[in-house]
C-alpha cells in the first residue's frame, strides 16, 4: 500500500481599502501566483515587489511556501497590501509560532482607511461650496 503524502494548505482572506484577496498557502518552493500571473508580472512596480516579500521575510519561512492568491476591487497597491494582509494572516493560521514576529512588523492589522464618502450639498467629502453672508 502506497501512503499518499498529505500536503498542508492554509487559506485566509485579506482586505485594504476596497481591495479583497484569497489566499491560499501550501508546502513548495516559493512561488507567488496572483489571479494567476506570476507576482513580478502582475505587480511591476519594484515598491510593490518588495512589500509582497516583506511578510514572508519577517516570518523567515523564504522559499517554503507556494502562494496563491485571487484579489478583487481596487488598485494595484492596494491589491498588493490585501495580498500582503491574506498572507501574514495564512501564515499565522498555519504556524501560531509565526504570529508574534508578524504581529511585530504590523502585518495583521488591517488598514481600514478608505476615501470618504460625497455628502450631500457639498461638492466633495469635505470641500464645502463657498460661503456668502449676502
Known amino acids: 500500500m502506497v501512503k499518499k503524502k498529505e500536503t498542508v494548505e492554509f487559506a485566509a482572506t485579506g482586505r485594504r481599502k476596497t481591495s479583497v484577496a484569497r489566499v491560499r498557502i501550501k508546502e513548495g518552493t516559493g512561488g507567488i501566483v496572483v489571479n494567476g500571473l506570476e507576482a513580478n508580472t502582475y ?3 519594484p515598491m510593490l515587489q518588495e512589500l509582497l516579500l516583506k511578510p514572508i521575510k519577517a516570518a ?4 517554503k511556501y507556494d502562494i496563491i492568491a485571487i484579489v478583487k ?3 494595484k497597491s492596494g491589491q498588493c497590501g490585501a495580498v500582503v ?3 501574514a494572516r495564512a501564515l499565522s493560521v498555519g504556524d501560531e509560532t509565526l504570529k508574534a514576529a508578524l504581529k511585530k512588523g504590523g502585518f ?3 488598514d481600514a ?3 470618504e ?4 450639498g457639498q461638492p466633495g467629502a469635505r470641500k464645502r461650496f ?3 453672508k449676502r
Not at 523567515?60 to 522559499?63: A, I, K, P, S, T
Open 108 to 110: 495583521l492589522s488591517r
Open 113 to 115: 482607511r478608505m476615501k
Open 85 to 87: 494582509h491574506g498572507m
Open 117 to 120: 464618502r460625497k455628502k450631500p
Open 130 to 132: 463657498q460661503f456668502s
Open 43 to 45: 505587480f511591476d512596480t
Open 73 to 75: 476591487g481596487g488598485g
Open 60 to 63: 523567515g519561512v523564504e522559499g
